[in-house]
């Protein structure tokens, strides 16, 4: 990127259109980071989209794959990145050359508004690097909030130190290893930033000898009040505590790249890889758990800033053009824009008009409730503490209803083996919400815990698969067994669930078995 780095400073006349947007976006309550826009060309565009957005990463052949899609795409006319924006303070903005001036002021606005989700959402202070990665209040904040976001440096850093371990260990040799390392980069707890600082326990360290308790006596009464037979009962009860207690860990552990990090036998060159991949993996998190969220307040403020502030009559036929792909809904897809967007506009009703609370929970008067308007004007403060709180699981566990269903049309399909094609299983309202909680719920990942590090006394590694109705893919558990075994350097184990028995998988480093677990 060095070499077209000072190339891309936006224009005078963009100048003079980033400064007015953001100040109609700030004189709306939009709170963002300082906002640094370039201009790039669409190879450049899609070598920092190939990046995840950022203008330096680790090497891997991997990201020479993406720009190559990406590339081939654009060519083809299958797809065009109009913006890219990063989570960072201060916040980096990529605008495509070549973009007619309605374009860049639509992207304008709508980066505002990310930029004012990554500051505000709860989910983000995740990214806070000084706060050590550890916020146990993410709802509560200084006003002076100003957090230490500078993931391009961080990113920049990762790139220096793994590129360090290729000019040791050669490039074939670490980037196998990041192959392993990214096939289990899902494997952590998205939460655990926000759960304190953990304690890490050698399972090596010596215990000390429990002391018996005893009663307090004298002498002469010792044989009385602390007889023999009491004494060796509590010491067989503190043994068999002690037993217990070695089991490692002592509860199942969600998080398990940290585990390795912090339990398996690696090399320091393969540790510090996996802490980069760890590190980066948290980093997208709080994107992926904010999707809908994060692109329907994006849709919803550069909509409403651009209707009524930002463009002239000439303009508004263009914009409408252009928007309208936006909010299209392709076949066979949930569009987040169009799905959040339009919540956010549900919500800002409801609470205008009072559509809320016991009394309206209460009421069973269809006619009453269509024409329910208490005009207390609140939605709009209702949307910017929904935009702070709350991520897509719950924004669309409290927010979505029945009206919402019905009035948007929303439906589940599934595969009809009958007629070899999708067809609407059901527009019932609870089977839709469920369907769409379930493919959010940790980003359709499954849950997959720690159980047992010393699995049947062998320094075995054992999963558990949590299966909540969700199968292991056959081919993707193989490959991540054998990603486990890399890093384990031993046998690994996983406890699932198939055709509703218990099953174990295991890869030894030679062969997958399988075979049916005691329940």
């Known amino acids: 990127m060095s070499e077209f780095a000072l190339k891309t400073a936006l224009p005078q006349y963009l100048r003079v259109e980033q400064d007015r947007i953001q100040a109609i976006a700030a004189a709306e309550g939009l709170d963002f980071f300082p906002i640094v826009f370039e201009i790039l060309t669409y190879d450049q565009m899609n070598e920092i989209a190939a990046y995840g957005g950022f203008p330096n990463r680790y090497p891997h052949w991997r990201f020479g794959m993406e720009y190559e899609q990406l590339a081939k795409s654009y060519e083809y006319g299958l797809s065009k990145i109009y913006e890219m924006v990063i989570n960072n303070n201060p916040s980096y903005a990529y605008l495509l050359e070549g973009n007619s001036l309605v374009d860049q002021k639509l992207v304008m606005a709508h980066v505002c508004a990310h930029v004012d989700f990554f500051k505000n959402n709860f989910c983000f202070r995740s990214t806070d690097l000084d706060t050590g990665g550890r916020t146990v209040s993410p709802a509560v904040r200084r006003k002076d909030y100003d957090p230490n976001r500078r993931w391009i440096d961080k990113m920049a850093n990762h790139g220096s130190r793994v590129r360090k371990h290729v000019a040791r260990q050669g490039i074939n040799k670490v980037e196998e290893f990041i192959d392993h390392c990214l096939s289990l980069e899902n494997l952590i707890d998205p939460h655990s930033p926000f759960h304190g600082r953990r304690a890490v326990v050698d399972p090596e360290a010596e215990v000390k000898a429990a002391e018996i308790p005893r009663l307090r006596s004298k002498d002469y009464m010792e044989p009385f009040i602390n007889p023999a037979e009491y004494l060796e009962e509590q010491r067989v009860k503190i043994e068999k505590e002690k037993d217990r207690v070695k089991k490692f860990p002592e509860r199942r552990e969600r998080d398990v790249l940290q585990f390795l990090m912090d339990h398996a036998p690696l090399e320091r060159w393969e540790r510090d890889v996996l802490e980069v991949i760890t590190e980066e993996a948290f980093y997208f998190v709080p994107q992926m758990q904010t999707k809908i969220m994060n692109e329907g307040w994006a849709t919803y403020w ?218």
Request: aromatic share 12%; glycine share 6%; with cysteine.
């Open 302 to 519: 550069h909509s409403k800033l651009m209707t009524t502030k930002i463009l002239d009559a000439s303009e508004i036929i263009d914009y409408a053009d252009h928007a309208a792909g936006v909010l299209a809904t392709s076949k066979g897809q949930l569009n987040p824009y169009k799905l959040g967007v339009e919540l956010y506009r549900h919500i800002e009703e409801r609470w205008d008009r009072g559509q809320f609370g016991k009394e309206w929970e209460e009421c069973d008067d269809l006619s009453a409730k269509k024409n329910w308007d208490l005009r207390l004007g609140l939605g709009k403060e209702k949307i910017f503490e929904v935009r702070a709180l709350y991520n897509d699981v719950t924004f669309i566990d409290e927010f979505l209803t029945p009206d919402f269903c019905r009035d948007h049309k929303l439906f589940s399909f599934s595969w009809s083996s009958r007629n070899e094609r999708y067809e609407i299983e059901t527009r019932e309202f609870k089977a839709v919400k469920e369907k769409l909680l379930f493919q959010l719920t940790n980003a359709g990942s499954p849950f997959i815990y720690v159980e047992d590090a010393n699995f049947e006394n062998k320094g075995e590694l054992l999963l558990t698969h949590d299966h909540q109705g969700m199968d292991l893919r056959a081919d993707y558990a193989r490959e991540v067994l054998k990603s486990l075994v890399r890093i384990w350097k031993r046998p690994v184990s996983v406890t699932s669930m198939n055709e509703a028995k218990p099953v174990i998988l295991r890869y030894d480093g030679r062969e997958q078995t399988t075979r049916h677990a005691r329940v």
